[in-house]
């Protein structure tokens, strides 16, 4: 597969890794900032597209991957689905609900694959969770807890354009709780405050928080998030249900203990978020060079994008004025 990566900041950086590393992937990448495009390109061999136009030729690329700032998202989804181009982008599709869902219903149209990068679905612990819940091993769900937490205050710029807590930390929970349960989020209460940094309130934003999403069965799935902790990134699932209860826990960066006099010392959660959830990046890109390859519908797809912002939009507003809210169809 050929692919024209866009985007060669951080995310960029390491989807242009992946690519590399990819049996059967060869790739070209495009950047705003040129210089940082060369860079990227050069250090894994990939060669430096000068445009957009070079970007969207089919006949120098199979599939488009988005990791360009989240503002241009729309833009690139639409012009791949006319371009007969094959994308796969990184979340949102866009910060306003309204447009994401019109650009998706334009790129359904085209009839063209598209993928969201929802990698946390590519957890190997989180799958197999799922793989349990959905045998049911555990009877009906009643109860999921999720939790993402810290390590540290991303900067003020970031931010300023993230679309808040929701829609950039916790999106990916609620995804996971309609992926894990196969329910559909009804409503949702959100309850958060800016404790790290007070100057979150300038943006409308707080770091630390607590939505409780009501499931279409009635259960209940609660998710707390955190941008701070002293201990390191924390990320974990648990599913009560009514014939037992499945957990994915957390992930040490290393699995040795250490035995004293008085004291067992053993190693710590992971230093950042990144560091947890490193492989699964790679995952999501073999999941949908293999779907595209073999002509099935890759997932989790642009509706399930849809699904869980419309789950954030809702909580957003939750955070605001402090009723419980409904959830928006997130194709309406």
Not at 116 to 139: I, P, T
Not at 290 to 305: F, K, N, Y
Request: proline share 5%; with cysteine.
């Amino acid at each position: 597969m050929r692919v024209a990566l866009i985007g060669a900041g951080f995310i960029g950086s390491v989807h242009a890794a992946n690519l590399a590393a990819h049996p059967d992937v060869e790739f070209g990448v495009f950047d705003v900032d040129a210089d940082r495009a060369r860079t990227v390109g050069e250090r894994h061999g990939a060669v430096t597209l000068a445009g957009l136009d070079d970007v969207f030729d089919t006949s120098r690329f199979d599939a488009v991957l988005i990791a360009s700032s989240t503002d241009t998202h729309a833009e690139h989804l639409r012009r791949a689905a006319d371009s007969g181009l094959a994308v796969f982008c990184e979340k949102p599709i866009d910060l306003d609900l309204d447009r994401a869902r019109e650009v998706a219903a334009h790129v359904a149209a085209s009839g063209v694959p598209a993928m969201v990068d929802f990698n946390r679905r590519f957890d190997r612990d989180h799958a197999a969770l799922r793989d349990v819940v959905r045998s049911g091993e555990l009877g009906d769900v009643e109860l999921v807890q999720l939790t993402s937490r810290g390590p540290s205050m991303p900067p003020l710029s970031y931010i300023a354009v993230s679309g808040g807590q929701m829609r950039d930390q916790a999106v990916h929970f609620f995804d996971l709780a309609r992926w894990i349960t196969g329910a559909e989020p009804v409503e949702v209460t959100a309850l958060g405050a800016a404790l790290a940094d007070p100057r979150l309130t300038e943006h409308g934003d707080v770091d630390t928080s607590v939505a409780t999403v009501r499931m279409s069965t009635g259960a209940l799935v609660q998710i707390d998030c955190a941008r701070r902790t002293a201990y390191g990134y924390d990320e974990r699932i648990e599913v009560h249900g009514s014939a037992g209860m499945a957990e994915s826990r957390r992930h040490r960066d290393g699995s040795v203990t250490r035995y004293g006099a008085g004291r067992i010392v053993e190693d710590g959660l992971h230093p950042g978020w990144f560091e947890r959830v490193r492989p699964t990046y790679a995952a999501a890109l073999d999941a949908f060079v293999t779907a595209v390859r073999d002509g099935v519908p890759p997932t989790p797809c642009l509706a399930d994008g849809l699904a869980a912002q419309a789950v954030a939009e809702a909580a957003t507003a939750s955070l605001r004025s402090g009723r419980t809210e409904a959830v928006p169809s997130p194709g309406a």
